[in-house]
């Protein structure tokens, strides 16, 4: 059965700094692994797909690396921002399966 | 511009009362779900639909039910039946299954509370 841990559970920063936010599963026959972000009573909003023969994927300030064989991702966020504070979600869809299972999330603070 | 709206955003039930949220997609996606969010908790799947006139139940189905008429809608019925209703309730769509390139696309949610 699928698993998936995300650590810390939360995260306060300074403004400008780099930072990783980790997420890690137990089953590595996946699919895909999906980062999302969530604002504070909002919907999940899409940040990167992964796709299982991919290593990363990068959007803007935002890097997400896939090890396959550890069960571990990462998002990488570049020159944190105050407007970056939100909670951050990882999901993983097993191969032959239907639905992603998600972490419970890394709830993350830039302090100004 | 393509997406999903979920409507009511808030939504109140009294107790012994059924409700439904609405879910409605343009993307064209083939998929959809109903997922239920908790406090401290991850995400749970309560139903799922691949294709028009078929779905099938999640991990939490109990108390919920679903109806798949039309490829666009997705609709969540908490019923009564439903002993702790009070979460908030996300609708996703996607392409189908099968494929690794494609991810959820996400509503923006409906707060049910018991009152």
């Known amino acids: 059965k699928q698993e998936v841990t995300q650590i810390p559970a939360a995260l306060s920063v300074p403004e400008g700094e780099n930072l990783v936010l980790n997420c890690s599963f137990t089953?590595?026959?996946?699919?895909?692994l999906q980062w999302f972000r969530q604002d504070p009573g909002k919907g999940l909003t899409s940040l990167l797909l992964?796709?299982?023969?991919?290593r990363e994927q990068t959007s803007g300030r935002l890097n997400a690396s896939l090890d396959k064989s550890s069960g571990r991702s990462t998002l990488y966020i570049a020159a944190s921002q105050p407007g970056d504070s939100a909670t951050y979600l990882c999901?993983?869809?097993?191969?032959?399966?239907?639905?992603?299972?998600f972490g419970t999330g890394t709830r993350l603070k830039v302090l100004a | 511009d393509g997406g999903i709206t979920q409507s009511p955003k808030y939504l109140f039930r009294k107790e012994g009362q059924n409700v439904t949220l609405s879910c409605e997609q343009n993307?064209?996606?083939?998929?959809m779900y109903w997922y239920r969010q908790d406090p401290g908790q991850g995400l749970r799947l309560i139903y799922y639909?691949?294709?028009?006139?078929?779905?099938q139940k999640g991990d939490i189905a109990e108390g919920y039910s679903v109806s798949r008429e039309k490829k666009e809608s997705f609709p969540l019925t908490v019923t009564s039946a439903q002993k702790n209703p009070t979460a908030f309730y996300l609708c996703?769509?996607?392409?189908?299954?099968?494929?690794?390139?494609?991810?959820?696309?996400f509503g923006s949610g409906t707060r049910l509370t018991v009152v």
């Open positions: 996703a769509s996607s392409f189908p299954v099968t494929g690794e390139n494609y991810g959820y696309t």
């Open positions: 089953d590595s026959a996946i699919y895909n």
């Open positions: 992964i796709q299982s023969s991919q």
């Open positions: 999901a993983v869809r097993t191969s032959g399966t239907y639905k992603y299972i």
């Open positions: 993307l064209n996606h083939d998929a």
């Open positions: 639909s691949q294709i028009v006139n078929d779905f």
